[in-house]
């Protein structure tokens, strides 16, 4: 199965974490990691790496990310260069991380849970006033 590491800047992955487990449970083989003030990014980079050995059971990692360019995204992009079987989306988010929990299969490969995952949560983001007028249009159509 694929690992699925969630990390960021101070305790949003942690918050993540706790709040997929309230609605879809807490998710197996995965761990969170963040950033805490005054941690050097090469010290973030080594627990990365040990949390990144101890998920992947040959599958893979998925890195769960908040920010493209942050501490927490480059170590995981340093550490993509040392192997293949890591993958990193940035933007998480509690719709991304429901996906990665529920939808991960054995036969799933690293870049098609990365993919569903992406898409979870591009497909989350919504304009309440546009949502609500398509809503409205598609009614119309009927």
Known sequence: MIGIAVISHGGLCEGLFDSVGMIAG??????????KP??????????????IKRLDTGAGVLVMVDILGG??????????????KVEVVT??????????SLERTDDMTLIELA????????DSIKILQQQSAAEVDDDEEV
């Open 91 to 100: 933007g998480v988010n509690l719709p991304m991380l429901i996906s990665a």
């Open 115 to 122: 993919e569903k995952v992406r898409a979870a949560g591009a």
């Open 26 to 35: 807490t998710p197996e083989q995965a761990e969170v990691l963040s950033l």
């Open 71 to 84: 501490t927490p995204f480059n170590s995981a992009a340093f550490l993509t260069q040392e192997t293949d």
């Open 38 to 51: 005054g941690m050097s990014p090469d010290d973030y980079r080594q627990k990365l790496s040990e949390v």
